[in-house]
């Protein structure tokens, strides 16, 4: 038999031996910017979706190989279902090298509706429960192994409450503590935990806002941004970093200032309102 050991690998061994990103939330904006990001800078991808078939076809007119990507179909807002993704995952491609828990949904609510009490029940589910939930198939494994890193999607909107953006706000806040929570917890193990906090992205979340978004940047940008920061191993960066510096100045504000100068802002449309 011939010695093929100082022959170059083939390419299809180079991409089996590439390292395995499972993203959720990857049909569109920010998702599936990083999708695009991590798939050009040679990764393979996991990318979990609720409308998989729409995916697979997007992939597929992207001319991706099956082998470099797999889409998963998922409903982030039930844990079994992101769960079951998970494990789909690791039977065929593998336990992942990076997680990325980036489906979110923003919608604006006012509590003295009633039917907002259920929207703000369904944007936790799906931005905090859902985040945990994509988290908890790998943590063991990941331990087991003694690497990983897992990205948490929050908000420069986790700093501040602002009018009519209750249930949006509250929820990334909380992805904030949960992550460093859990980054705690793992702390030794060699998996990292990193939080990502955007600013205003162009993305179709953002399209409908009705009030100014300083600094808005494309989702390409966004996502080369956060690759090169995740690459690093930052435990928390806001993108873009001009964005951080303005949260950080309304977080030192009095409370009656900050009210004062939120007065009269544009709410975010409620479900189902005209933008």
Known sequence: MADTSSLPPSPRSERANAPLAFITGASSGIGQALACRYHQAGWRLALVVRRADELRAW?????WPTERCQVYSADVAVPDSVIAAAHACLAQQGLPDLVIASAGISIGMDTAERGDLDVMARTF????????????AFIRLMRERGSGTLVGIASVAAIRG????????????????????????????????????????DT??????RYPMPFLMSAPDFADRAFRAIQAGRSYFVIPW???????????????????????RGRKAREGEHR
Not at 125 to 136: E, S
Not at 204 to 209: F, I, K
Not at 243 to 263: C, E, I, T
Request: proline content about 3%.
């Open 59 to 63: 992939v597929q007119a992207q001319g």
């Open 125 to 136: 589910a799906v931005n905090n429960v859902g985040m945990a939930a994509t988290f908890h």
């Open 162 to 201: 602002l009018p009519g953006h209750g249930a949006y706000c509250a929820s990334k806040a909380g992805v904030v503590s949960y992550c460093e929570s859990l980054r705690g917890e793992l702390r030794g193990t060699g998996v990292r935990v990193l939080t990502v906090l955007p600013g205003f992205i």
């Open 204 to 209: 179709a979340l953002t399209r409908g806002n």
């Open 242 to 264: 001009q964005m951080g510096v303005v949260a950080k100045l309304l977080r030192m504000l009095p409370n009656s200032w900050f009210d004062r100068a939120l007065q009269g």
